[in-house]
């Protein structure tokens, strides 16, 4: 019973940072488990595509040229659809799932009556994304390392490098979510996913695009995501694999100022 | 205030045609509120595809018509085969989500229930509404697409029209009764990803079914999606072989009637229980 | 335990709350009694330390929210007025995850969660899910988190809201039983009978300002007489019967259902209505009550 008052909450050690990220990441276990099935679906997106795509259209392109290396087609679309793939699941969890916990589940207000801070909140939601991309990555390097597809050490830096381009898009995905303001605006990021995924030469090499659009397309994050896991997988590092860290490091850390200083003027009025 | 009713003494049953007729301001209300996200998701995307593998991927294509079953192009390969795709994608996006929430959510149903309205007249208006998008979606693209060069003959297209129509009411009628019966949203994800993503990958819109091998091939010919998927492609590039085209036709006739029994057959379960 | 001095919110141009001076003492019940908009909620979020003060003073358990939420939130509980209970989580894994939100050692939790459960009479509920909860064992399950850390300060933010009568007095009896053990309870409503019920001691709120405070009885007795009676007439006809029986007591209400006469004898009133020849459809005399001194002085019913 409620009765005795002996022991009060002070008493209790203080949360540390830390211990606030395992206990948001508590929650967030306890309730994945009731969606073990979207969990496990999840993973198989992006083998679909590597099968349908790479394998079944591959069959109609001989090798492309990447680094100065021929490659078959297949092991040109596999590292593309593994950012890619870490690029979707970033969006998703940090644009819809933070949406419904923002408005509709009233969740970070819950969060927020206890000792929880919102930087603790943004953090958490944040290497939530990252456990799961880290799962899905690994194993779809697995199904690469099963079908022959790797030939290079550098390809074990290509889970870092899909953790990277998710903690990037997850951190900048999930400040544009909180100035959303009803589902609806979420065509809108539907509208930025589909051209960033079918045009980050993901699918064919950057050489389809002359001049400015080229360039265009070097200077976006999902493209220097998509190379950088190329030149992972292929074992063709150069001096642009490094720009490619920088770049999406500092995007993801501009994303999180943004995410915790919104959630302040969202949740404490 | 006086009690004179306002609405007339009506027979027993409503016709089929009142039934959806009385609908039609609701859905009316529905679609005002809704085009603005509908451009996005039946128009822009499919195009944002035409124009990635097409034309960009395509570009990388260089191949015997002979092993594009025809095409003279990648592109002129993969525009029927998409649209095709795209009609299901539609149909299932408007009967997944859009019914649970009329069961569950907003519970649009349960308030039509409480009118002269029966099972029968909801499942025919939200039909005939997802009827209306798909049509109207396929039409603009087929449109779009003319100046291309992708289309062997001026008929070809209208009736490969008919053909992106009717799988999408083959799996409209097939999802609602699916969703009809479902508990919890989380088996719209599993029918996304276990469903309607293997089908679009596999089923002869990205390439030919033969690709994949001769037991794989079988079995992709027979998703119903690769009957709209090959009937689409053959009048487009006008390489139609008519039995085979009569079979795709009964194959998801049938599967529309029957979809269309158990989709009915599910909202009445699930609203009188 | 609350110290509030000159307290202000603003939302941009508008003024939620504007000015007011607080003094709760440890063990009492206070309540917050006014209608929507009356700037209650705005001032729970402030003690609740999650809502930065535009102006004035606070201190909570004499520490200031601006530079030491956290450690005051540690030691508060939190009912807001909508349940935000965790849809995704069991009853049970309600309790414990909020728990761990505390920092409170597993074992405590766990202990803490059973006892909390047989409190909210829920333990047979313990595996359900919040979406097959009815509408008072979801608010007796977010009192019972909003207890999981034992708190100093139980803030409840319009505890009894949309519950049925029985779940009303229900959880007015657990209310009771935490004052009894010591716990200091703040309290929003608009309903009179609650706060009478519940409050030790109460502030009126409109339009942002501290229109009256003391305790129900006080108030009761400066704002308003002893009794009411209350006459319904036909439709329409309450505005122009009010002056012929103004006289009889010490003061008249007119609303639009009927007028309220206050005065120390309804009885008395009562006959005299009859012997200046009206016949009200419905009278009947009663106790006044807080939504009388609400009206008295507002001039408005605390149901809008």
Request: contains cysteine; neutral net charge.
């Amino acid at each position: 019973m409620a009765t005795d008052q002996a022991p009060r909450a002070a008493a209790y050690p203080h949360l540390t940072p830390g211990g606030a990220l395992a206990v948001i990441t508590l929650r967030n276990f306890t309730t994945y488990r009731r969606y073990w099935k979207l969990f496990l679906t999840g993973f198989l997106e992006p083998v679909f595509y590597l099968f349908s795509i790479g394998i079944g259209v591959g069959q109609l392109i001989d090798t492309f040229e990447f680094n100065g290396q021929q490659i078959p087609y297949a092991e040109f679309v596999a590292p593309g659809m593994l950012a890619a793939s870490a690029f979707n699941g970033a969006l998703l969890d940090s644009t819809y799932n933070v949406f419904f916990k923002l408005k509709y589940d009233k969740l970070y207000d819950q969060m927020l009556a206890t000792p929880l801070t919102t930087a603790d909140v943004a953090r958490g939601e944040i290497l939530w994304g990252q456990l799961r991309g880290a799962t899905y990555s690994g194993a779809f390097l697995l199904v690469m390392l099963a079908l022959g597809m790797i030939h290079s050490w550098w390809a074990l830096l290509a889970l870092p490098a899909a953790l990277l381009i998710g903690f990037a898009f997850s951190s900048v995905c999930m400040a544009l979510t909180t100035y959303m303001k009803s589902f609806q605006d979420f065509d809108k990021i539907t509208l930025a996913q589909l051209p960033l995924f079918l045009f980050s030469a993901t699918f064919f090499p950057i050489t389809a695009y002359d001049g400015w659009l080229r360039w265009v397309v070097e200077a976006t994050p999902l493209y220097r995501g998509v190379v950088l896991c190329r030149e992972l997988t292929t074992g063709s590092l150069t001096a642009a694999s490094a720009v490619s860290v920088v770049y999406l490091v500092v995007m993801g850390l501009i994303g999180l100022v943004v995410v915790r200083r919104r959630l302040d003027t969202l949740l404490l009025t | 205030m006086s009690a004179t009713p306002i609405a007339s003494t009506a027979p027993s049953r409503l016709s089929v045609r009142d039934g959806i007729g009385r609908q039609l301001d609701y859905w009316w209300t529905v679609y005002k509120r809704t085009w603005r996200g509908g451009i996005i998701s039946s128009f822009v995307s499919p195009l944002f595809y035409v124009v990635g593998m097409g034309v960009l991927l395509g570009g990388f294509i260089q191949v015997d018509p002979a092993r594009l079953e025809g095409a003279p192009s990648y592109l002129a390969f993969i525009v029927p085969g998409l649209v095709a795709a795209h009609a299901m994608q539609m149909a299932v996006g408007e009967t997944t989500y859009p019914v649970m929430g009329g069961i569950k959510w907003h519970k649009s149903y349960h308030a039509q229930m409480a009118t002269p309205l029966e099972v029968r007249d909801l499942v025919n208006a939200h039909l005939v509404f997802v009827l209306a998008r798909v049509a109207s979606a396929c039409a603009i693209f087929m449109l779009v697409l003319a100046p291309f060069g992708v289309f062997a003959s001026w008929w070809g297209p209208f009736l490969a029209w008919g053909a992106q129509v009717l799988v999408g009411m083959a799996f409209a009628t097939v999802v609602f009764g699916f969703s009809a019966r479902l508990r919890s949203e989380e088996g719209f994800g599993v029918l996304f990803r276990l469903g309607v993503v293997p089908l679009v990958l596999f089923s002869g819109s990205f390439f030919p079914v033969s690709n994949l091998g001769p037991l794989l091939e079988w079995v992709a010919r027979f998703t119903p999606l690769w009957h709209g998927v090959n009937l689409s492609r053959m009048l487009c590039l006008d390489t139609v072989d008519w039995p085979l085209a009569v079979l795709h036709v009964v194959v998801l006739g049938t599967i529309t009637a029957a979809g269309w029994l158990w989709a009915i057959r599910g909202l009445e379960r699930r609203l009188s229980s | 335990m609350i110290l509030a001095r000159g307290l202000r919110k603003s939302f941009g141009e508008f003024d939620a709350v504007r000015g007011i001076d607080v003094d709760v003492r440890r063990g009492e019940a206070f309540g917050f009694l006014g209608p929507n908009g009356a700037g209650k909620s705005s001032t729970m979020r402030m003690i609740a330390a999650v809502s930065p003060v535009s102006g004035g003073e606070l201190r909570i358990l004499g520490l200031d929210p601006a530079t030491d939420g956290p450690a005051i939130r540690a030691r508060l509980g939190v009912c807001p007025q909508e349940d935000t209970l965790d849809n995704e989580l069991n009853v049970r894994d309600n309790l414990y995850i909020y728990g761990r939100y505390f920092g409170i050692p597993k074992a405590v939790v766990r202990e803490r969660t059973d006892e909390l459960l047989e409190f909210a009479m829920l333990t047979d509920k313990a595996k359900a899910k919040v979406e097959e909860l009815s509408g008072g064992m979801k608010r007796r399950l977010t009192i019972a988190r909003s207890l999981i850390n034992k708190p100093d300060l139980l803030l409840l933010d319009e505890p009894t809201t949309g519950l049925d009568p029985q779940a009303r007095h229900l959880l007015w009896d657990q209310l009771f039983r935490l004052k009894q053990a010591g716990v200091t309870l703040v309290i929003t409503t608009h309903y009179m009978d609650e706060a009478e019920q519940l409050c030790d001691r109460l502030v009126v709120m409109d339009r942002g300002v501290i229109a009256a405070e003391g305790s129900p009885l006080d108030l009761i007795r400066q704002f308003s007489t002893r009794e009411v009676a209350e006459l319904r007439f036909g439709v329409g006809e309450h505005e122009s019967l009010a002056a012929k029986v103004e006289d009889l007591g010490a003061r008249v209400e007119v609303l639009p259902d009927r007028l309220l006469v206050y005065t120390d004898d309804g009885e008395e009133v009562l006959a005299k209505v009859h012997e200046r020849g009206l016949e009200p459809i419905a009278a009947l005399v009663r106790r006044s009550t807080l939504e009388d001194v609400f009206l008295r002085l507002t001039g408005r019913s605390l149901a809008d």
